[in-house]
Structure formats: structure tokens, C-alpha cells
């Protein structure tokens, strides 16, 4: 059978299943067992495919169509034209958590944290965007922190990232050290939100990541209160936010003193980043 043949079965497969983009879908997993670029996967696809390509793929697309996500079943995932190790064991970095890369390369830094870093691609990003630049990530969970360290090796940033596990700021030792950008994308969705995620998200993804069985706010409560002792005078602090938690987190930053407050939205107009920053001296 031709690749376009076994494409266009699949493509009917995910249609059925409800996959929100099933074309496009097919054709990454297509491109992943035929090992060759994605964007060059048209010109093999007159070609035929073997009996065990053909067999491995169609296996993949069952379990698409059970809705496991693309980014688990290759096992990567692209950010911000870096090519990132995903599993269960971290959120998949989204397209939306750019804003956030943004934000924070549009001012100065040499010391970052990233407060619950998952696969690690905020804090490695920014560090290999920013040359010199230094930094940490914490995360609670130890099975993330080893894709963590996967990716800071992949990337050859040993030397620039450490990794540390614990709850927010308590992965940190005793006596605070400051940083002049804090960053987040820390568990935001409601206990109540979560039956309305897509199964893809609710059911393959970590629920530490997603959720703190509340309100979606805890993370940040936990964020501010400590901000203003761990940034040098003049340091941001950067999260990303739900579309609809602007005013709690910026209301969070303001009384923990932070100044300058304000929301980013994304390329859809929606709140996606709260920064605020702790007052020079």
C-alpha cells in the first residue's frame, strides 16, 4: 500500500474518532515511522510502504484515535524551534507558553528560576536564547525532572541549568538566593474545569501539572508570597495564567508589593501572562 493510501485511511480513522486535526496528525505519525521531515513527507508519499511500517503505523493511529496525545506517541515535541523529549510524566509544551518566552526576552536577566519546570523547556529556552545567562528549575515531581535533565543534556546546558525537586520555593536551599526573572506555568486549571478538558490533556497528562484540586489559584498564592524575598531589586516575575485569571493573579502580585503589574494576552486578545516587577532600589 502507498503512503497515500495508508494516509488517507488513518486521516478517516482520526475523523471518526474525533481528533480535532486528524489530517495533520496522520501525517506526523506517518512521518515519524517513515523517518523523514514532515515537511518532505509528500514526496514519499506515492511510494510504497513495508508491511512492518505500514503495521507500526496503523498501530499508532489506534492509539491516536484513543486520544493519546501526538507529542507522547513520538515522544518530542517542538518549542520554540527546539525539539523537546515529552512523556506522561510532563505537561506538553504548548504554543501559548511562547508569550511567556516572549516576555521575558524582551527585558534583561542573567539569573533565572523556573518554578515548576516539567520538561524544562522554559527555563532551557531562555537560557539558550540568552547567552550567558544562568538558572534553576524546581519541580516537585522526580520522574519530570529526569525528562528535565534529558532535555538540559540534549541541549548541552549542564554547565548553565540546575535542577532541583521540592514544592515552589522550598527546592531551594535555606538562605534565599535572588534572581533577577522568576518564570511559572504552574497548575492553573479548577477542580471544576477539568471534566471539560479535552481527553487528550485530562486524561494523559499529569494532574499535578494541571490542577490543585481547588480553585486554580493556589499556585499562584504560593508564587507571590515569597516573590519579593527571592528577586533582586528591579527582578520580574513572569506566569502564565487560564484566560480568565488576569485580575486574581494581578490583584496576588500587587499586594505582595510587586509594581508595574500587567497582563499579556496571546495572539487570541486573551490574558495568557501576568509580569510584575519588585521595585528598584
Keep these: ?3 497515500s493510501a495508508l494516509l488517507a485511511r488513518a486521516t478517516a480513522r482520526l475523523v471518526e474518532a474525533g481528533v480535532a486535526d ?4 496522520a501525517r506526523r505519525l506517518l512521518a515519524h515511522v517513515l523517518k523523514v521531515p514532515p515537511g518532505r513527507l509528500t514526496l514519499f508519499l506515492p511510494e510504497p510502504v513495508s508491511p512492518e511500517h505500514a503495521v507500526i503505523f496503523d498501530a499508532l493511529i489506534d492509539r491516536r484515535a484513543a486520544r493519546v496525545p501526538v507529542s507522547h506517541l513520538i515522544g518530542r515535541r517542538q518549542f520554540y524551534g527546539r525539539e523537546f523529549l515529552v512523556t506522561p510524566e510532563v505537561l506538553d509544551p504548548r504554543p501559548e507558553t511562547e508569550i511567556l518566552i516572549e516576555a521575558a526576552l524582551s527585558g534583561p536577566f542573567t539569573r533565572v528560576l523556573d518554578l515548576g519546570t516539567g520538561s524544562g523547556c522554559i527555563l532551557l529556552t531562555l537560557l539558550a536564547e ?5 538558572g534553576i528549575g524546581t519541580d516537585l515531581s522526580d520522574t519530570a525532572l529526569e525528562v528535565a535533565f534529558w532535555n538540559r543534556n540534549a541541549l548541552q ?10 514544592n515552589w520555593w522550598g527546592a531551594l536551599a535555606q538562605a534565599p538566593e535572588r534572581f533577577d526573572l522568576i ?6 486549571i479548577a477542580l471544576s474545569e477539568m ?6 490533556v485530562r486524561e494523559h497528562e499529569p494532574r499535578m501539572a494541571l490542577t490543585d484540586e481547588g480553585d486554580g489559584l493556589a499556585a499562584y498564592r504560593a508564587i507571590a508570597s515569597e516573590a519579593a524575598r527571592h528577586l533582586l531589586p528591579g527582578g520580574r516575575l513572569l506566569v502564565e495564567i487560564g484566560p480568565a485569571q488576569g485580575a486574581d493573579v494581578a490583584a496576588l502580585f500587587a499586594a505582595a508589593g510587586l509594581r508595574d503589574v500587567a497582563a499579556i494576552t496571546d495572539l487570541d486578545g486573551r490574558d495568557r501572562v501576568v509580569s510584575g516587577r519588585l521595585e528598584a532600589l
Design 1 to 3: 500500500m502507498t503512503g
Design 22 to 25: 486528524p489530517g495533520r496528525d
Design 130 to 134: 540568552r547567552e550567558g545567562a544562568t
Design 157 to 166: 546546558l549542564e554547565p548553565r541549568a540546575a535542577l532541583a525537586q521540592g
Design 183 to 188: 518564570v511559572s506555568n504552574p497548575p492553573y
Design 195 to 200: 471534566a471539560g478538558l479535552s481527553p487528550e
